[in-house]
DNA sequence: GAGTGGTCTAGACCACCCT
DNA sequence: GGGTGGTCTAGACCACTCA
């Protein structure tokens, strides 16, 4: 019997051949089942094998017309967005937070539009500090709808980081994020402990759950602050 | 007959179950088999379903103790990081690129460290700028190891920018990717039309090709720039 | 209309890992 | 040792799309 094929092996030997240029850039490969009949394996195992390489970027396939090697191999980069506390230990230094302002307002426009929420739609609005070992690590403002999550009213955000409450009461929710360069407001340079106008790295984060608005939040990183692909 | 059941229900079928509590954080759920039976499907279907929801981060699998529901959902994005040519051109703007400097030199230390490279290992070292409809767009500073890609010396790169002349060369690649937010430079300010010190967005990108150095590049966006999750 | 990938089935064997 | 997920097979039908 022949030694079973993986569909790892088939990955492999196909990025080999892409970068020993037995397939060129547009060309298209041989269908589905006559690469099964050449690596001596069942159809769909090839079929996983190529489709985990359009995944990650490398081919394009389609139907009918076939599977072909994509100009310009996608660059693309998985993040992880972890929470404060996770990465703060993860170092091995010690976690904490502070709430440093909480206020029940109507949204802003921008941030009504952002969400696409009612006009005065009435929002919590909170200002956290997460520190590890004492240092500044992350600015954290947030905006919940009271509209969605009543229940966020009433609680203690002194104890328990929004993140963390919405996480564990909120757990799987429509999210589009965002990442980009700013310079530190009077107030991220007083609790970053950074000068104001410092670049800081900011992540934004606007929440849906069943397409209803739930939360936003912008994340502002301690200066120098670096964030790598993940794997 | 009973409707076939596709692994797409069951993944929105398992998260709205995740959603309303059916199977609380932490928990175990059944085993493939027993779902395969409730849904009226076969264990692969399942099987698929579930690990593509391991791999979004909602679930947590082993062999022998089973699937278990991640205590917190794992926060992740991917970000695709295209040729600056096509995400201009992607804007219906206009793309140029422009070569501001040339120079074949040995590797700083920093960047030998970052790559792996041997002591003032010969680089070619450039810096360029991308534009959109005239504005700059992305200035680019990039250094290419000679001992691996020689080619490159005669490479006229006012022609055709690095990044797509080494995507054609060199595809597939092993690449390490961070993101951070810096200040500019006297150099990116003058060519980013901005201020000394503004925050700029930065890419810096690592490539081994064969477990070999290849490619370092940093990547600085205009003012402002978002990158947004793709999908 | 016909060819290609997309998916599902039913069954099987295996690797890993907890007890 | 035994239970669970990981993977492969052989076959089938379907959906999409190009000619």
Sequence with gaps: MPVPVSFRDIKSDVLARLAGGTWGPGETLPTEAELSAS?????????????????EGYLERKRRSGTRVRRAPERQARVAIPQPRDEVEGQGARYAHQLLSRAEQPAPAWLATRLGLGPAAPMLHLVCLHRADGAPFQHEE?????AALPSAGGVDFARQAPGEWLVATMPYSEVEVGFSAVAATAGQAAALRCSKGDPLFQVDRATWFGGRPVTFVRLCYHRGYRMATRT
């Design 142 to 146: 947030r905006w919940i709808s009271l």
């Design 39 to 55: 690596y001596g394996c069942a159809r769909a195992t090839v079929n996983r094998a190529l489709r985990e390489l359009a995944e």
